[in-house]
Protein backbone atom coordinates (compact mmCIF):
# COMPACT_ATOMS: atom_id res chain seq x y z
CA UNK A 1 0.00 0.00 0.00
CA UNK A 2 2.21 2.63 -1.57
CA UNK A 3 1.92 6.23 0.12
CA UNK A 4 2.74 9.95 -0.83
CA UNK A 5 2.62 13.18 0.92
CA UNK A 6 2.05 15.96 -1.19
CA UNK A 7 3.18 19.41 -0.02
CA UNK A 8 1.87 22.29 -2.25
CA UNK A 9 3.55 25.57 -1.58
CA UNK A 10 3.71 27.97 -5.13
CA UNK A 11 5.67 31.20 -4.28
CA UNK A 12 3.16 33.81 -5.29
CA UNK A 13 0.96 34.02 -1.66
CA UNK A 14 -0.47 37.79 -2.36
CA UNK A 15 -1.95 38.51 1.75
CA UNK A 16 1.14 37.25 3.04
CA UNK A 17 4.64 37.46 1.02
CA UNK A 18 6.81 34.83 0.93
CA UNK A 19 4.15 32.82 3.30
CA UNK A 20 5.17 29.16 3.00
CA UNK A 21 8.90 29.92 3.72
CA UNK A 22 8.51 32.95 6.39
CA UNK A 23 10.11 32.32 9.55
CA UNK A 24 7.99 30.74 12.43
CA UNK A 25 9.62 30.50 15.42
CA UNK A 26 12.97 30.62 14.04
CA UNK A 27 12.39 28.26 11.35
CA UNK A 28 10.41 27.99 7.87
CA UNK A 29 7.00 27.52 8.33
CA UNK A 30 6.76 24.53 5.93
CA UNK A 31 9.63 22.37 8.21
CA UNK A 32 6.80 22.06 10.05
CA UNK A 33 4.58 20.13 8.07
CA UNK A 34 7.86 18.05 6.03
CA UNK A 35 8.84 17.46 9.68
CA UNK A 36 5.58 16.02 10.57
CA UNK A 37 5.51 13.86 7.43
CA UNK A 38 8.78 12.46 7.44
CA UNK A 39 8.26 11.47 11.35
CA UNK A 40 5.25 9.43 11.03
CA UNK A 41 7.15 6.96 9.14
CA UNK A 42 3.73 6.72 7.15
CA UNK A 43 5.04 7.85 3.52
CA UNK A 44 7.15 5.85 1.19
CA UNK A 45 7.67 9.75 -0.29
CA UNK A 46 7.44 13.04 1.03
CA UNK A 47 7.59 15.86 -1.66
CA UNK A 48 6.86 19.37 -2.09
CA UNK A 49 4.91 20.70 -5.31
CA UNK A 50 6.04 24.41 -6.15
CA UNK A 51 6.71 26.72 -9.42
CA UNK A 52 9.52 28.41 -6.97
CA UNK A 53 13.31 27.23 -6.79
CA UNK A 54 13.83 29.08 -3.47
CA UNK A 55 11.32 26.73 -1.94
CA UNK A 56 12.62 24.20 -4.18
CA UNK A 57 15.80 24.24 -2.15
CA UNK A 58 14.44 24.84 0.76
CA UNK A 59 12.48 21.97 0.86
CA UNK A 60 15.08 19.57 -0.24
CA UNK A 61 17.58 21.04 2.47
CA UNK A 62 14.58 19.29 4.82
CA UNK A 63 14.78 16.29 3.57
CA UNK A 64 11.59 16.84 1.10
CA UNK A 65 11.69 15.73 -2.34
CA UNK A 66 11.09 17.45 -5.25
CA UNK A 67 11.60 15.61 -8.33
CA UNK A 68 10.11 18.13 -10.50
CA UNK A 69 8.55 21.74 -10.67
CA UNK A 70 4.93 22.55 -11.05
CA UNK A 71 3.72 23.60 -13.96
CA UNK A 72 2.71 27.02 -15.04
CA UNK A 73 -0.86 25.83 -15.23
CA UNK A 74 -0.97 24.98 -11.78
CA UNK A 75 0.95 27.87 -10.20
CA UNK A 76 -1.87 30.49 -10.55
CA UNK A 77 -4.43 31.97 -8.14
CA UNK A 78 -7.44 29.91 -9.49
CA UNK A 79 -5.86 26.59 -9.62
CA UNK A 80 -7.48 24.42 -7.01
CA UNK A 81 -5.69 21.86 -4.36
CA UNK A 82 -7.25 19.05 -6.48
CA UNK A 83 -5.65 19.68 -9.65
CA UNK A 84 -2.06 20.42 -8.39
CA UNK A 85 -2.55 16.70 -6.65
CA UNK A 86 -3.80 15.16 -10.01
CA UNK A 87 -0.58 16.79 -11.93
CA UNK A 88 1.49 14.98 -9.20
CA UNK A 89 0.52 11.55 -9.44
CA UNK A 90 0.56 11.87 -13.08
CA UNK A 91 3.73 13.14 -13.64
CA UNK A 92 5.02 10.53 -11.21
CA UNK A 93 3.55 7.63 -13.00
CA UNK A 94 4.83 9.05 -16.54
CA UNK A 95 8.23 10.42 -15.47
CA UNK A 96 8.93 7.37 -12.57
CA UNK A 97 6.80 5.03 -13.29
CA UNK A 98 5.58 5.38 -9.69
CA UNK A 99 1.96 4.84 -8.63
CA UNK A 100 0.39 5.36 -5.16
CA UNK A 101 -2.64 3.71 -3.37
CA UNK A 102 -3.13 6.37 -0.83
CA UNK A 103 -1.55 10.49 -0.83
CA UNK A 104 -2.36 12.66 1.93
CA UNK A 105 -2.43 16.28 1.12
CA UNK A 106 -0.63 18.58 3.83
CA UNK A 107 -0.71 22.20 3.87
CA UNK A 108 3.21 24.14 3.90
CA UNK A 109 1.48 26.75 6.39
CA UNK A 110 0.22 23.84 9.21
CA UNK A 111 2.51 24.41 12.28
CA UNK A 112 0.13 22.61 14.74
CA UNK A 113 0.19 19.79 12.86
CA UNK A 114 0.61 16.54 14.58
CA UNK A 115 2.04 13.08 13.23
CA UNK A 116 -0.22 11.02 15.85
CA UNK A 117 -3.48 13.00 13.60
CA UNK A 118 -2.12 12.03 10.34
CA UNK A 119 -1.60 8.27 11.33
CA UNK A 120 -5.41 8.32 13.03
CA UNK A 121 -6.62 9.90 9.55
CA UNK A 122 -4.90 7.24 7.62
CA UNK A 123 -6.27 4.26 9.91
CA UNK A 124 -9.87 5.73 9.27
CA UNK A 125 -9.20 6.78 5.88
CA UNK A 126 -8.01 2.71 4.75
CA UNK A 127 -10.07 1.12 7.78
CA UNK A 128 -13.60 2.59 7.12
CA UNK A 129 -12.77 2.95 2.79
CA UNK A 130 -13.57 6.93 2.68
CA UNK A 131 -12.91 8.78 -0.39
CA UNK A 132 -11.10 11.25 1.97
CA UNK A 133 -10.37 12.12 5.14
CA UNK A 134 -9.58 15.92 7.00
CA UNK A 135 -9.67 17.14 10.20
CA UNK A 136 -12.28 19.51 11.79
CA UNK A 137 -13.20 21.83 14.38
CA UNK A 138 -16.46 22.92 15.70
CA UNK A 139 -17.31 26.79 15.33
CA UNK A 140 -16.64 28.54 18.45
CA UNK A 141 -20.18 30.10 18.27
CA UNK A 142 -23.35 28.48 17.23
CA UNK A 143 -23.71 29.40 13.22
CA UNK A 144 -27.31 29.35 13.87
CA UNK A 145 -27.40 32.74 15.65
CA UNK A 146 -25.47 34.11 12.55
CA UNK A 147 -26.18 37.69 11.90
CA UNK A 148 -25.92 39.21 8.24
CA UNK A 149 -25.43 42.96 8.19
CA UNK A 150 -26.95 45.09 4.90
CA UNK A 151 -25.24 48.58 3.60
CA UNK A 152 -27.02 50.32 5.74
CA UNK A 153 -26.07 48.87 9.10
CA UNK A 154 -28.88 47.37 9.96
CA UNK A 155 -28.56 43.90 11.70
CA UNK A 156 -30.99 40.53 10.51
CA UNK A 157 -30.87 37.06 11.28
CA UNK A 158 -30.21 34.26 9.26
CA UNK A 159 -32.34 32.06 10.81
CA UNK A 160 -34.73 33.82 12.86
CA UNK A 161 -35.80 30.89 14.05
CA UNK A 162 -32.80 30.26 16.39
CA UNK A 163 -33.21 33.95 18.02
CA UNK A 164 -34.16 32.74 21.52
CA UNK A 165 -32.77 29.58 21.31
CA UNK A 166 -30.09 28.44 24.37
CA UNK A 167 -26.67 27.79 22.49
CA UNK A 168 -26.46 24.45 24.12
CA UNK A 169 -29.64 22.88 22.48
CA UNK A 170 -28.36 24.23 18.51
CA UNK A 171 -26.33 21.53 16.78
CA UNK A 172 -22.85 21.45 16.70
CA UNK A 173 -21.07 23.18 13.19
CA UNK A 174 -17.50 22.49 12.24
CA UNK A 175 -14.99 23.68 9.80
CA UNK A 176 -12.40 22.39 7.64
CA UNK A 177 -9.10 22.75 10.26
CA UNK A 178 -6.83 23.51 7.23
CA UNK A 179 -3.98 20.56 7.65
CA UNK A 180 -4.28 17.88 5.71
CA UNK A 181 -6.33 15.77 3.50
CA UNK A 182 -5.89 11.79 3.23
CA UNK A 183 -7.33 10.61 -0.18
CA UNK A 184 -7.31 7.41 -1.81
CA UNK A 185 -5.89 8.23 -5.59
CA UNK A 186 -8.28 6.57 -7.39
CA UNK A 187 -10.74 8.16 -5.87
CA UNK A 188 -9.23 11.80 -6.30
CA UNK A 189 -8.98 10.65 -9.97
CA UNK A 190 -12.59 9.58 -10.27
CA UNK A 191 -13.69 12.54 -8.44
CA UNK A 192 -11.20 15.65 -9.11
CA UNK A 193 -12.42 17.15 -5.84
CA UNK A 194 -11.05 16.06 -1.57
CA UNK A 195 -14.74 16.38 -0.48
CA UNK A 196 -16.86 14.22 -1.75
CA UNK A 197 -20.36 12.47 -0.51
CA UNK A 198 -17.83 9.55 1.42
CA UNK A 199 -15.41 12.20 3.28
CA UNK A 200 -14.86 11.16 7.04
CA UNK A 201 -13.10 13.44 9.53
CA UNK A 202 -11.06 13.34 12.59
CA UNK A 203 -11.95 16.17 15.52
CA UNK A 204 -9.68 18.73 16.65
CA UNK A 205 -9.78 20.90 19.44
CA UNK A 206 -9.77 24.68 18.76
CA UNK A 207 -6.07 24.96 20.35
CA UNK A 208 -4.57 22.71 17.98
CA UNK A 209 -5.57 24.62 14.97
CA UNK A 210 -5.38 28.19 13.07
CA UNK A 211 -5.68 29.53 9.83
CA UNK A 212 -3.27 31.63 8.62
CA UNK A 213 -4.59 34.39 5.94
CA UNK A 214 -2.88 37.62 7.78
CA UNK A 215 -0.37 38.49 10.26
CA UNK A 216 -3.00 38.41 12.94
CA UNK A 217 -3.49 34.51 12.55
CA UNK A 218 0.18 34.17 12.16
CA UNK A 219 0.54 35.59 15.56
CA UNK A 220 -1.84 33.22 17.18
CA UNK A 221 -0.57 30.25 15.60
CA UNK A 222 2.90 31.22 17.12
CA UNK A 223 0.59 31.37 20.71
CA UNK A 224 -0.98 28.49 20.06
CA UNK A 225 1.93 26.58 19.50
CA UNK A 226 3.75 27.84 21.96
CA UNK A 227 0.98 26.72 24.71
CA UNK A 228 0.86 23.26 23.25
CA UNK A 229 4.59 22.81 23.36
CA UNK A 230 5.68 24.40 26.22
Not at 18 to 28: M, Q, T, V
Not at 70 to 88: G, P
Not at 146 to 166: C, D, F, H, Q, T
Request: aromatic content about 10%; overall charge negative; glycine content about 6%.
Amino acid sequence: MSRIAIIPARGGSKRIPRKNIRDFLGKPIISYSVKAAIESELFDEVMVSTDDNEIAEIAANLGAKVPFIRSEQNSNDIATTASVLIEVINEYKHRHNKSFEYGCCIYPTAPLIKKEHLKNGYNILANQHFNTVFPVVAFGYPVWRGIEVSEGGKAKMLWPEYLNARSQDLKKVFHDAGQWYWFSVAALLENNALFTSNSGVIQLEENEVQDIDNLVDWNLAEMKYKLLNH
